[in-house]
């Protein structure tokens, strides 16, 4: 099993875990939108939605969603929260990486200060 198989894995999903997963299904089906819809540089598609008063973020890319947790306001992404994607997957550090590029890019360019990154 390769690395990013092993990112992956399905794992056994807490009751908590479920919770969010259906949260993150009512969010991606939500019609309008009520984020942001943005194209990278790579031609991808993606969403991003702050929530609650800014301490948690949803992201979509293709079909696959997740939550992590940011401080809007002050440019702060939490990259311990990225984690699971709505499909039961773990994040591969990659794909890390690259929520963490996307949501500081978006932050900074809605106004926020310089984004840190608390890894």
Do not use: D, N, V
């Given at each position: 099993m390769t690395k990013q198989q092993k990112g992956r894995?399905?794992?056994r999903l807490t009751p908590?875990?479920?919770r969010e997963i259906e949260f993150l299904r009512e969010l991606k089906s939500e019609?309008?939108?009520s984020g942001t819809r943005l194209?990278?540089?790579d031609g991808d598609e993606h969403r991003?939605?702050?929530l609650a008063r800014g301490e948690q973020a949803f992201y979509q890319?293709?079909?696959r969603a997740l939550l992590l947790e940011i401080?809007?306001?002050?440019g702060i992404i939490l990259k311990s929260t990225i984690r699971l994607w709505d499909d039961g997957g773990t994040v591969t550090e990659d794909e890390r990486e690259r929520v963490i590029e996307r949501i500081g890019r978006y932050l900074t360019a809605r106004g926020d200060p310089a984004?840190?990154?608390v890894r």
């Open positions: 894995a399905r794992k908590a875990q479920k019609e309008p939108f194209q990278a540089a991003i939605r702050i890319e293709g079909t401080s809007a306001g002050y984004t840190f990154t």
